[in-house]
């Protein structure tokens, strides 16, 4: 079941480049429209992994200093 929702999701993603590239090369309206909430679903998860890397970095510095791993 799992696999089958993975499935249609990279079918999706796959699709969504498609139509992005048939619409900047003058494909038909609805290439455009699809392209147009790929592309904004693109930035909408850009902006949640900025978010999901900064809450990251915050408690990474709060948890541990300045140690790098390495022995010396």
Known sequence: MIGAVLIGILALVVGGCVCVVWADRGGP??????AAATVGAGGLVRRYQKAQSRKSNNGSETLGGGDTGQAG
């Open 29 to 34: 309206r609805w290439t455009r429209a699809v």
